[in-house]
């Protein structure tokens, strides 16, 4: 049931909360976002791409109203016109859903964020479902 292991995947990424940001990290010791994704959904033995511009194309698009937790938030890079960062909804309510995701902005670490916040509503691309 995909809810149940939705519920797993966040549960697992909460552990992680505060592991510092790391470019190119991809263990407890840090993360940058695509390997904190990646890492998480390893965990239950889930292959996803390790670089977030190869979500582009990867897992299955889903309207931002039906999102559920576990699935994965992409955003556009600040600088360049690509996908560059990514997240998964812990809290699914549509443009308001609440993401866990490995920061390179101030906090520097694993954060939980609102799509709600300028700085990703305006770069939020699009939601996809990889369970």
Same mark, same amino acid.
Not at 54 to 74: C, S, T, Y
């Given at each position: 049931?995909?809810?149940?292991?939705g519920?797993?995947?966040?549960?697992?990424?909460?552990?992680?909360? /505060?592991?510092?940001?790391?470019?190119?990290g991809?263990?407890? @010791?840090g993360f940058?976002?695509? +390997?904190? &994704?990646?890492?998480?959904?390893?965990?239950?033995?889930i292959k996803?791409?390790?670089?977030?511009s190869?979500f582009?194309?990867?897992?299955?698009?889903i309207?931002?109203?039906d999102v559920?937790k /576990?699935?994965?938030?992409?955003f556009?890079s600040?600088?360049r @016109?690509?996908?560059g960062?990514l +997240?998964? &909804?812990t809290n699914p309510?549509?443009m308001e859903?609440d993401?866990?995701?490995?920061?390179?902005?101030?906090?520097?670490k694993v954060?939980?964020?609102s799509?709600?916040k300028?700085?990703?509503?305006r770069?939020?691309v699009?939601a996809?479902?990889?369970l």
């Amino acid at each position: 049931n995909d809810d149940s292991l939705g519920t797993k995947i966040v549960n697992f990424g909460m552990r992680l909360l /505060g592991t510092p940001y790391i470019t190119a990290g991809c263990s407890k @010791n840090g993360f940058d976002c695509s +390997g904190f &994704v990646y890492y998480v959904y390893n965990n239950f033995k889930i292959k996803v791409p390790r670089s977030s511009s190869q979500f582009e194309n990867f897992g299955k698009e889903i309207p931002i109203a039906d999102v559920k937790k /576990g699935d994965i938030l992409l955003f556009l890079s600040p600088t360049r @016109n690509v996908i560059g960062h990514l +997240g998964i &909804v812990t809290n699914p309510k549509g443009m308001e859903s609440d993401f866990i995701h490995a920061t390179s902005g101030r906090e520097m670490k694993v954060v939980i964020t609102s799509l709600k916040k300028p700085g990703y509503s305006r770069r939020f691309v699009k939601a996809i479902r990889v369970l």
